[in-house]
C-alpha cells in the first residue's frame, strides 16, 4: 500500500495554511508595540545628569571616540573570515570524498592552489606585517 501520495494531498501549501502563522506574527508584533508604548507612558522620566552622562566604567575619557584606526587592524580581520570560509568548504569534501574520487580530489587541490597563491600575494604586499 503505497499512502505517500495521500500524504502529499494532505499537505497541500496553500495561502490558507500560512493564515494562523500570519495573525500570530501580527499579535506578536501588536503586543511588543503596546509593551514598548506603556512603558514609555507609564515609567518614570527623570532625567538627571548622572542618567545623560556617558557611561564610562569608571574610567575618565579622554581623547575623541572617532579616531582613526590602523587599516592593518580591518585588512587582517576581512584576511581570517576568507580564510576561514575557505577551511568550511572543505567539511562538504571530507564528508563525500569516496564518492567524489579523484576528480573531487583534482578539485580541491585547484581550490586550495587558489588560496595558497592568494596567500602568498598577500605575504608579498606585506598585509600582514604590523611594524609602522
Do not use: C
Not at 49 to 57: G, V, W
Not at 58 to 76: C, E, N, T, W
Amino acid at each position: 500500500m503505497n499512502w505517500l501520495p495521500f500524504l502529499s494531498d494532505a499537505i497541500e501549501s496553500t495561502a490558507a495554511n500560512y493564515f494562523p502563522i500570519g495573525i500570530q506574527l501580527i499579535f506578536a508584533a501588536g503586543f511588543v508595540a503596546f509593551m514598548i508604548g506603556l512603558s514609555a507612558w507609564v515609567g518614570p522620566k527623570r532625567k538627571t545628569s548622572d542618567k545623560l552622562a556617558s557611561f564610562t566604567s569608571g574610567i575618565a575619557s579622554h581623547g575623541d571616540a572617532r579616531q582613526p584606526m590602523a587599516i592593518k587592524y580591518f585588512l587582517v580581520a576581512i584576511l581570517f573570515v576568507l580564510f576561514d570560509v575557505e577551511v568550511i568548504f572543505f567539511y562538504p569534501y571530507a564528508v563525500n570524498f569516496k564518492a567524489l574520487g579523484w576528480s573531487g580530489f583534482g578539485a580541491v587541490l585547484m581550490f586550495v592552489a587558489f588560496f595558497l597563491v592568494g596567500f602568498i600575494y598577500i605575504i608579498k604586499k606585506g598585509a600582514l606585517t604590523w611594524e609602522d
